[in-house]
C-alpha cells in the first residue's frame, strides 16, 4: 500500500441474524481508525450465503450503528444500503447479491492465468470422499493432492471440461493453491506469519448452481474495487488470511493490498471460551446493541432496551481489547478517535465485564446534568402515570443520582418523590408506629411546619437532628416513624433529601395522612 492512499476501511458483515457486541466492536475500530486518518468508513454488506441470509438483519446493522453513533459515510443513505453508485457512494452497490454480475469475470481470468480450475465433484461424490476418509480415521480435504485424483479441469481433458460446463449446473471454480510454497504476512496486531502452502486447501471461489462468488472471492475482489487500505476483522478470519494474500498475487493486486488487523475474540465473563450470542440470556447481561425479535417472537435483552446510553456502552467496548496506555477510562467518541491505535489492541482474548458495563453507564449517567436527566425520565415517569415538571424532576434527580445506575432506576430507587404512599409496609408500621413515636412526631410535624422558607438538604438534616436531640427522643426511632409517613415503609433516602424534594407542605400533608391512616 502507498502511503499517501486516502485512508478507507470497510465493516462488511453477513446479514445472518443481530450484530453482537464482538461485531459493534469491529465496526466501532473501524470507524475510530477511519476517523483519526480523516478516511472513509464503508459499509458492505456481504450477503452472498443465502443459505444463511436472515431478513431483518440488514436494517439491524445499520440501526446498531446509528445508535452507537458510528454511522458509515459510504454505503449507507438515509438508514438504507445505497443500491446504486453515486458521487457520495462511487463504489456502489453495497450489497454483495447485487453485485453478483461482477464476480465471475474475476475467477475466469484466474482460471487463464492458471490460478484456479472448474471442479466438477457433485456434492454427493464430495459427501462420499469425506465418508471414506472419515472410516479409516482421516480427513478428506480438496487440496493439492487429493485434486490429482478428482473430477475438475486438471484432471478431464479440455472437451470433457467443455461438455461439463455446458451441460451441467453443479461445478465450482476452486483456487489451485500452489504447492510448497511460504506465504509470508503482516498484522497490525499479530506481527509476521508464515504458512507454508500446503497446509491449505484449494477453497471455493464461485458457484455455478446460484451464479454467486464465496465469500473469498467476493470479498477480495470487493476490497480491491472499493479501494480498501486496511482491514479490521475479527480473529475467526485469520486462518483465511493466506488464501487473501494468494488471491491478491495471483490477480497482481500485491501493491494495492490492504494492510491486515485482526483483533481477538471476546471472551466469556471469567471463564473460558468466547463470548457467544446465547450467553446473555444464560449468564443475564445483553450481547445485543438493539432488541431483536427472533423467529419464536421472543425479543433479546439489549443495551438501549436496558437503558444503557450509547455513548457509554461504545466507551465500554472500545476498552474491551484496547486502552489509551494511560489511566484514562472515560473517554467520549471524539477523545477515543483521537487516542485510538492499532498498535495498543491487546493481542489476547478480551474478557466482557458485565459489571464494568454498568460502571460506565454510572459513570455517564453521574456526568449528565440533573434537567438532561429529567428529559429522559420524564417519559418513563408518564408511563408510571406521573405528570411532573421538568424543574420538580430535575429536583428529585438530583438526590437520588447517586444511587442510579439506569435512568429507569430513579423510579424503582424512590416512587415516594412522585407519589405520596397510599399503603404502609405493615411490620414498618407496626414497629415504629407506635403511640410513643406518635407522640414524638407530631411535635416533630409542627416544628417541620413552622420552617420559614425552603431549606437545603444539609440545613434540614442539622434542623431536625438538633430538635430531637435536644429534645433527647430516641433518633432512629423518630426518624423512621417519620419516613414511614413519607414513603410508605422504613428504608429509603435520607429523611432531609425527601423533605428537600417533596417540600414543606407535602411534607405536613403525608404526615397527616399517615396519622389519617395508622391512627396514633
Ligand atoms: N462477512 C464477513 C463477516 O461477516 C466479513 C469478514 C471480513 O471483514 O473480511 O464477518
Same mark, same amino acid.
Given at each position: 500500500?502507498?502511503?499517501?492512499?486516502?485512508?478507507?476501511?470497510?465493516?462488511?458483515?453477513?446479514?445472518?441474524?443481530?450484530?453482537?457486541?464482538?461485531?459493534?466492536?469491529?465496526?466501532?475500530?473501524?470507524?475510530?481508525?477511519?476517523?483519526?486518518?480523516?478516511?472513509?468508513?464503508?459499509?458492505?454488506?456481504?450477503?452472498?450465503?443465502?443459505?444463511?441470509?436472515?431478513?431483518?438483519?440488514?436494517?439491524?446493522?445499520?440501526?446498531?450503528?446509528?445508535?452507537?453513533?458510528?454511522?458509515?459515510?459510504?454505503?449507507?443513505?438515509?438508514?438504507?444500503?445505497?443500491?446504486?453508485?453515486?458521487?457520495?457512494?462511487?463504489?456502489?452497490?453495497?450489497?454483495?447479491?447485487?453485485?453478483?454480475?461482477?464476480?465471475?469475470?474475476?475467477?475466469?481470468?484466474?482460471?487463464?492465468?492458471?490460478?484456479?480450475?472448474?471442479?466438477?465433484?457433485?456434492?454427493?461424490?464430495?459427501?462420499?470422499?469425506?465418508?471414506?476418509?472419515?472410516?479409516?480415521?482421516?480427513?478428506?480435504?480438496?487440496?493439492?493432492?487429493?485434486?490429482?485424483?478428482?473430477?475438475?479441469?486438471?484432471?478431464?481433458?479440455?472437451?470433457?471440461?467443455?461438455?461439463?460446463?455446458?451441460?451441467?449446473?453443479?461445478?465450482?471454480?476452486?483456487?489451485?493453491?500452489?504447492?510448497?510454497?511460504?506465504?509470508?504476512?503482516?498484522?497490525?496486531?499479530?506481527?509476521?506469519?508464515?504458512?507454508?502452502?500446503?497446509?491449505?486447501?484449494?477453497?471455493?471461489?464461485?458457484?455455478?448452481?446460484?451464479?454467486?462468488?464465496?465469500?473469498?472471492?467476493?470479498?477480495?475482489?470487493?476490497?480491491?474495487?472499493?479501494?480498501?487500505?486496511?482491514?479490521?476483522?475479527?480473529?475467526?478470519?485469520?486462518?483465511?488470511?493466506?488464501?487473501?494474500?494468494?488471491?491478491?498475487?495471483?490477480?497482481?493486486?500485491?501493491?494495492?493490498?490492504?494492510?491486515?488487523?485482526?483483533?481477538?475474540?471476546?471472551?466469556?465473563?471469567?471463564?473460558?471460551?468466547?463470548?457467544?450470542?446465547?450467553?446473555?440470556?444464560?449468564?443475564?447481561?445483553?450481547?445485543?446493541?438493539?432488541?431483536?425479535?427472533?423467529?419464536?417472537?421472543?425479543?433479546?435483552?439489549?443495551?438501549?432496551?436496558?437503558?444503557?446510553?450509547?455513548?457509554?456502552?461504545?466507551?465500554?467496548?472500545?476498552?474491551?481489547?484496547?486502552?489509551?496506555?494511560?489511566?484514562?477510562?472515560?473517554?467520549? +467518541?471524539?477523545?477515543?478517535?483521537? %487516542?485510538? =491505535?492499532? /498498535?495498543?489492541? #491487546? $493481542? @489476547?482474548?478480551?474478557?466482557?465485564?458485565?459489571?464494568?458495563?454498568?460502571?460506565?453507564?454510572?459513570?455517564?449517567?453521574?456526568?449528565?446534568?440533573?434537567?438532561?436527566?429529567?428529559?429522559?425520565?420524564?417519559?418513563?415517569?408518564?408511563?408510571?402515570?406521573?405528570?411532573?415538571?421538568?424543574?420538580?424532576?430535575?429536583?428529585?434527580?438530583?438526590?437520588?443520582?447517586?444511587?442510579?445506575?439506569?435512568?429507569?432506576?430513579?423510579?424503582?430507587?424512590?416512587?415516594?418523590?412522585?407519589?405520596?404512599?397510599?399503603?404502609?409496609?405493615?411490620?414498618?408500621?407496626?414497629?415504629?408506629?407506635?403511640?410513643?413515636?406518635?407522640?414524638?412526631?407530631?411535635?416533630?410535624?409542627?416544628?417541620?411546619?413552622?420552617?420559614?422558607?425552603? +431549606?437545603?438538604?444539609?440545613?434540614? %438534616?442539622? =434542623?431536625? /437532628?438538633?430538635? #430531637? $436531640? @435536644?429534645?433527647?427522643?430516641?433518633?432512629?426511632?423518630?426518624?423512621?416513624?417519620?419516613?414511614?409517613?413519607?414513603?410508605?415503609?422504613?428504608?429509603?433516602?435520607?429523611?432531609?433529601?425527601?423533605?428537600?424534594?417533596?417540600?414543606?407542605?407535602?411534607?405536613?400533608?403525608?404526615?397527616?395522612?399517615?396519622?389519617?391512616?395508622?391512627?396514633?
Amino acid at each position: 500500500m502507498s502511503e499517501n492512499k486516502k485512508t478507507r476501511v470497510r465493516f462488511a458483515p453477513s446479514p445472518t441474524g443481530p450484530l453482537h457486541i464482538g461485531g459493534v466492536r469491529t465496526a466501532l475500530y473501524n470507524y475510530l481508525y477511519a476517523k483519526q486518518h480523516n478516511g472513509t468508513f464503508v459499509l458492505r454488506i456481504e450477503d452472498t450465503d443465502s443459505a444463511r441470509f436472515v431478513s431483518g438483519a440488514e436494517e439491524y446493522i445499520i440501526g446498531a450503528l446509528e445508535w452507537c453513533g458510528i454511522t458509515p459515510d459510504e454505503g449507507v443513505e438515509n438508514g438504507k444500503i445505497v443500491e446504486e453508485a453515486s458521487a457520495r457512494h462511487p463504489h456502489g452497490p453495497y450489497r454483495q447479491s447485487q453485485r453478483r454480475g461482477i464476480y465471475r469475470a474475476y475467477a475466469e481470468q484466474l482460471i487463464q492465468n492458471g490460478y484456479a480450475y472448474y471442479a466438477f465433484d457433485s456434492a454427493e461424490e464430495l459427501v462420499a470422499k469425506r465418508a471414506e476418509a472419515e472410516s479409516k480415521g482421516q480427513t478428506f480435504i480438496y487440496n493439492q493432492v487429493t485434486r490429482k485424483g478428482l473430477r475438475n479441469s486438471l484432471t478431464l481433458s479440455a472437451s470433457e471440461v467443455e461438455h461439463l460446463l455446458e451441460t451441467t449446473t453443479g461445478w465450482t471454480i476452486r483456487f489451485k493453491m500452489p504447492e510448497n510454497e511460504i506465504v509470508a504476512m503482516d498484522d497490525l496486531i499479530r506481527g509476521h506469519i508464515e504458512v507454508n502452502t500446503e497446509t491449505l486447501d484449494d477453497k471455493v471461489l464461485w458457484k455455478r448452481a446460484d451464479e454467486l462468488p464465496t465469500y473469498h472471492l467476493a470479498n477480495i475482489v470487493d476490497d480491491y474495487l472499493m479501494e480498501i487500505t486496511e482491514v479490521i476483522r475479527g480473529e475467526e478470519w485469520l486462518p483465511s488470511l493466506p488464501l487473501h494474500y494468494m488471491l491478491y498475487k495471483s490477480f497482481g493486486w500485491e501493491s494495492s493490498r490492504p494492510r491486515f488487523a485482526h483483533l481477538s475474540l471476546l471472551l466469556k465473563p471469567g471463564g473460558q471460551g468466547k463470548l457467544s450470542k446465547r450467553d446473555g440470556d444464560k449468564l443475564g447481561f445483553p450481547v445485543f446493541p438493539l432488541p431483536w425479535t427472533g423467529t419464536d417472537g421472543e425479543v433479546t435483552n439489549s443495551y438501549r432496551g436496558a437503558g444503557y446510553f450509547p455513548e457509554a456502552f461504545i466507551n465500554m467496548l472500545a476498552f474491551l481489547g484496547w486502552n489509551p496506555g494511560d489511566e484514562r477510562e472515560i473517554l467520549s +467518541l471524539d477523545e477515543l478517535v483521537e %487516542a485510538f =491505535s492499532l /498498535e495498543r489492541v #491487546i $493481542r @489476547s482474548g478480551a474478557h466482557f465485564n458485565p459489571e464494568k458495563a454498568k460502571w460506565y453507564n454510572r459513570e455517564y449517567l453521574r456526568a449528565k446534568s440533573d434537567t438532561e436527566l429529567a428529559k429522559l425520565y420524564l417519559p418513563i415517569l408518564k408511563e408510571h402515570g406521573v405528570e411532573a415538571t421538568e424543574e420538580y424532576t430535575a429536583r428529585a434527580i438530583s438526590v437520588i443520582k447517586d444511587r442510579a445506575t439506569f435512568v429507569a432506576d430513579f423510579w424503582t430507587a424512590a416512587p415516594y418523590l412522585f407519589v405520596a404512599p397510599s399503603e404502609y409496609v405493615q411490620k414498618d408500621a407496626a414497629k415504629f408506629w407506635t403511640a410513643e413515636n406518635c407522640g414524638y412526631l407530631s411535635k416533630l410535624r409542627s416544628h417541620i411546619a413552622a420552617y420559614k422558607s425552603e +431549606l437545603e438538604v444539609a440545613a434540614i %438534616a442539622e =434542623s431536625i /437532628e438538633n430538635y #430531637i $436531640r @435536644s429534645n433527647q427522643w430516641p433518633f432512629g426511632k423518630v426518624m423512621n416513624s417519620l419516613r414511614l409517613s413519607l414513603t410508605g415503609s422504613a428504608s429509603g433516602l435520607g429523611i432531609a433529601e425527601i423533605i428537600y424534594t417533596i417540600g414543606l407542605q407535602e411534607t405536613v400533608r403525608r404526615i397527616d395522612n399517615a396519622f389519617k391512616t395508622l391512627g396514633t
